[in-house]
Each structure stands twice: as C-alpha cells, then as structure tokens.
C-alpha cells in the first residue's frame, strides 16, 4: 500500500501562490523513487482532470496546458514527498487537488491505484 497525504491547501486572491505537500507512506517493499507522482484536482461531481506529473527521479515533468508556466511540480525523495507550487492562480483553479501514484506513467485518474484524501483549494476573484 502507498498512503498519501495531502497539506497546504487553503482560500486565497486570484494572483496569489500556493504550495501544496504530499506526504507519501509506502509499504509496499519499494522504494517511492520507483512512483510516478501525479497531481489532479476535481470540481464538484466533475471529473478528476490531471494538473501534473513527475517520474521517479524528477525530470521529464509533464503538465496540463491549463498550468503550464504557473505551477511546478517537485518531489523530494529523501522526503518521500511531492510537491505542488502553484503561482499566478486564477479563480477556475479552484478545486479540490489530490495527489496519486502508480508505477506507470500515466495520464487519467483511473490509472492511478493510489490516492490522498485531497485538500481545497479556493482561488476568489
């Protein structure tokens, strides 16, 4: 099992920054170098839609079109943590961000067998 948590969530003004943390506790006899490490956020009852992604050891990080330039996605492997920096942020950033992991590098949430249990964040105008 990987249990993920998720902190740094909160209400802040259009233009602002925000840096989200995902703790990770992996027991699954590997090391959490070997996850590929996934940021999503859901709206209401939409569907969970993919922010970004970092491989194992950083580098070759992929974003959606929507962040991309505004947030960064890091990780710490020491740590066994990810991280979220999210600048310039815009009212339809407003979501509920989760972060994931898989052994594959993946695009859609279904893909993902890992998950936290998600931290708000809320971006007013």
């Known amino acids: 099992q990987v249990q993920l948590v998720e902190s740094g969530g909160g209400v802040v003004q259009a233009g602002d920054s925000l840096r989200l943390s995902c703790a990770a506790s992996?027991?699954?006899?590997?090391?959490?170098?070997?996850?590929?490490m996934a940021w999503f956020r859901q709206v209401g009852g939409q569907e969970r839609e993919f922010v970004a992604r970092?491989?194992?050891?950083?580098?070759?990080?992929v974003y959606a079109d929507s962040v991309k330039g505004r947030f960064t996605i890091s990780r710490d492997n020491a740590e066994n943590t990810v991280f979220l920096q999210m600048n310039v942020l815009k009212p339809e950033d407003t979501a509920v961000y989760y972060c994931?992991?898989?052994?594959?590098?993946?695009?859609?949430?279904?893909?993902?067998?890992?998950w936290g249990q998600g931290t708000q964040v809320t971006v007013s105008s």
């Open positions: 994931a992991a898989s052994l594959l590098p993946k695009l859609l949430a279904r893909n993902y067998p890992f």
């Open positions: 992996v027991n699954t006899g590997l090391n959490f170098s070997k996850y590929f």
């Open positions: 970092s491989n194992g050891h950083g580098g070759g990080e």
